[in-house]
């Protein structure tokens, strides 16, 4: 017989134990009406992933436990295999697994733990789980298989981060299939590596492999999902992003079609902006515009995720702000149908500089100045999301985060960050994106004027940095691939500018310690997946 | 013969390879003019600790490398034992090990890789290291020495990390002492529990151990040092706290005395204070001083870790603010013989008011209005900071904090945070000791007005919060022991506060990750060593 198998890829929420009950109820009520045999849930579906330390409280740990035995009556009807935490009984070790739960007949057949826990970028799993320390398939209606979690199956490196490789054991029980429950994250390229890594597999152990992933944001985590079915021959089936859903891949015939780069962000970015709001029960969207490519880009992808209508956009010009940036800002308010404010800053500028005018008395104005205008910016952006409860949300890119070239509690303020772990070039490339695909809905002024932060007269970023394509080509073999400065010498950067620029981002790390949480898109994005010292003293 | 073995407990600084080269170049000449056979070096000594991510960096571990290189010719004159980051040899595992070389004679006889890697709270070595897969004694001037780093000597527990537990198998080769190479940063409790499981260790395998610790802060984590040397009998030689030097302990006959708890925070935050200025190469602070008593605690620290001169203090009354609050305040700076400043801010609240006039129009004065005032004060600071120099310095408990009763880039905003690991409650005692310390300096009616944020008429804190001392009580069995609602109940907290005050710390996480980093001085502070989801709902 062959297996009807569901991959129910799903929206689960940390922590939110009735919501996540809800949608397993749901999804297996859906399989059970589609005549599926077995459903399966992705990593720690009961929990929501990541769940970070909420995994140390007891009380947590128990409500993951309550769920699975209200489900265990539910497996008459069909085969169930769900990602828990469940408790380590040996009493050395850390005190949780993480498991994949095997139900059918109303019991609990098999808990399978996983066995390699990733432990670096995003990841620290090993804070919380102890690794598996047996292998064994799993068997349903007669057909045994191999039953693993996530990284299980991503130690196929020529350079291995595990000494141990879990498929290889479980491979000479001679399973008929194998299944894999995730909570691998997106990145713009990884829907890609993810497919390798499972066509290698099944090419390598000569078995199908069923595949289930979340969908959905957690925080700076995006979720694209991904889930399918892979033949030994490399066969793709019924792979799917972005969306939630039951599915059962055998029977879709559709064919793959990767969406591109941007196509990904641009997704990504979307999902990463409704989950928060959803989450956390909010659905207006507050931020400053300023006539920038940045701040416009932040803003075309909040109307289309929120609606026009619930995005607050405001100018805050100062003697310092062209007449052609206010007229830009307002140009794309209107090209999105949107609602706008303009609050001049001088008067306020002015007061404080009253202010502080015996304290600084005799000293010339300079950067303190520049970064004044900045945080009232902020300081305005906060009194209306704290008059009106609209979020405030953060218009930083990539490169600025690096240097340093942002205002610590001025420019820098937001809920979350929407293209903080998107280079300044890339910034530019997803507002040409979002162009084709919108229709123009950004004035191409924004897109193809010299960018500037318009603090003084005159002032262009260029002032003081290299041109983007080259700052970001340095700060993306820094950031992203780690190389250091006699490597980037070698690649034929000039070490002066490599000695500078790497010092403005090892200095400005205080400045992203207190940086909002970012939509992460790369492999390596500022936050938590990227752990630097503050008072440390390195190139 | 007995070895005559001197313990090396430095500050290091992370990443600074030749501060810290120096550092060891110097311990090395000294050790030998006091006849010292061999030296040890705390864990992960030459690159600092901790290093985090740089650790990532392929040119940081040459780094390393290069100065192990140097040390090794030395070795002809004295025995030498260090900690470094090595490079796995293995292609499977992690890339690096966290090890300790021993030299001698002009050589490296053995590098020993740490087995159990701590990876909780604010550790994260597993995600950088493999470890330990042989077990084995090292043996100088034919004294064999069981030899281990850190956590390789922790896992004595009842219900313990780790499976395995390398003393156990040092033993087995009847070594004569044991040496352990540590970096065990500060809690109040921490330096007791030290002690303890190195008097188990001793006791159980009845042999010498010698300890080495770091000393000094990096950041949020401060190392508080207390190496030493402990007999089987419990005896214990040499112990010294919050000081740089080569130790040798046989010598030592000065009796033990442990400090108390408030010395032991006091001496932990000056070092906090005086390493974070020092390594960052700045000298001069600046802070808000409100007349209440957090401001009152952490100027007081910054004087005397700073001194006076350094240390600039800025009043800044609003309408709401009372008058004594100001007379305190200046009696304060008066007592310290210190500098301060007065801005009022009613004129920038009331050019904001105007400037957001229209929009508001209509709507009730409350909370925005509130956090205008910190918002301004918070942007005056900074204006302060950027022109003078000074860094700012934040003032928030961890009581606060916890509630999330700050406002985010107002009273929040600092470069890091003296009080943010101390609840109200400590506070206050931290005030009582440094008044005995210090002969009254901080005014008395300070320690016993009743606290309040002064952000409307007659605001008091306790208006909106339970009384600290069943608040702190509630936070310190949630935070630090991670008890849930049931369990809290349970011990006499009423449901409706436990509701409240959970549900209160939970939603603020979106506030601390923002935060400052926080001298760390609890074994539970927030920050790295606390790592809970933003957009999540529990609780």
């Not at 997803?430 to 695909?437: P, V």
Request: aromatic fraction near 10%.
């Amino acid at each position: 017989m062959t297996l009807k198998i569901g991959l129910a890829q799903l929206n689960f929420h940390v922590g939110n134990f009735t919501s996540n009950y809800n949608k397993i109820l749901d999804a297996i009520n859906t399989a059970i009406n589609q005549g599926i045999d077995l459903i399966v849930f992705p990593e720690l579906a009961v929990c929501g992933y990541p769940a970070w330390d909420f995994l140390e409280f007891k009380e947590f740990v128990d409500d993951c436990e309550s769920i699975i035995n209200n489900l265990i009556p539910l497996s008459t009807k069909i085969g169930i295999i769900i990602g828990s935490p469940t408790r380590n009984p040996n009493l050395e070790g850390k005190n949780l697994h993480n498991s994949a739960i095997f139900m059918s007949e109303g019991k609990v057949n098999n808990v399978i733990h996983k066995h390699l826990l990733p432990t670096y970028d995003v990841f620290d799993e090993y804070r919380y789980f102890e690794p598996a320390n047996l292998t064994q398939c799993v068997e349903f209606k007669g057909i045994k298989i191999a039953l693993t979690i996530c990284e299980d199956l991503w130690n196929l490196d020529d350079d291995p981060l595990y000494t141990t490789n879990p498929m290889d054991l479980l491979i000479k029980e001679n399973p008929e299939i194998a299944i894999n429950l995730a909570a691998s994250p997106f990145s713009f390229t990884h829907p890609e590596d993810r497919l390798k890594v499972l066509k290698r597999n099944a090419h390598k152990y000569q078995i199908p492999f069923y595949y289930v992933n979340h969908v959905g944001a957690q925080t700076e985590l995006i979720f694209d999902g991904g889930s399918c079915l892979i033949y030994p021959d490399g066969q793709i089936k019924g792979l799917s992003y972005f969306s939630e859903g039951v599915f059962s891949p055998e029977n879709e015939n559709k064919a793959l079609e990767m969406p591109s780069k941007y196509d990904f962000i641009y997704q990504a970015l979307i999902l990463g902006i409704q989950d928060y709001f959803k989450k956390l029960g909010f659905s207006k969207a507050i931020l400053g515009l300023s006539g920038g490519i940045d701040s416009a880009v932040v803003y075309v992808l909040l109307v289309k995720a929120l609606g026009a209508d619930n995005v607050f956009a405001i100018e805050m010009p100062s003697p310092y702000t062209s007449s052609i940036s206010n007229t830009l800002a307002q140009e794309l308010v209107n090209n999105c149908s949107g609602k706008e404010s303009m609050i001049e800053i001088k008067s306020i500028m002015e007061s404080i500089e009253k202010s502080l005018e015996n304290l600084f008395y005799g000293l010339p104005k300079g950067l303190t100045e520049e970064n004044i205008q900045s945080r009232i910016r902020g300081l305005l952006l906060m009194a209306i999301s704290n008059k009106f409860g609209n979020i405030l949300v953060n218009t930083s890119n990539k490169s600025e985060m690096a240097v340093g070239y942002s205002t610590l509690y001025g420019d820098s303020n937001g809920a979350f960050s929407v293209l903080g772990d998107l280079y300044k070039t890339e910034v530019y490339e997803l507002a040409q994106y979002l162009n084709q695909k919108f229709d123009g809905l950004i004035p191409e002024l924004i897109i193809t004027r010299p960018p500037s932060a318009e603090l003084r007269p005159d002032q262009k970023d260029s002032d003081s940095l290299p041109e983007y394509d080259i700052l970001d080509k340095l700060l993306y073999n820094y950031i992203e691939l780690k190389k250091g400065p006699l490597e980037l010498e070698s690649m034929g950067f000039e070490k002066s500018i490599i000695d500078r620029i790497l010092s403005l981002v090892n200095k400005s790390e205080f400045k992203r310690f207190q940086a909002p949480p970012i939509l992460r898109v790369s492999n390596k994005a500022f936050g938590v997946g990227r752990r630097l010292p503050i008072v440390a003293k390195y190139l």
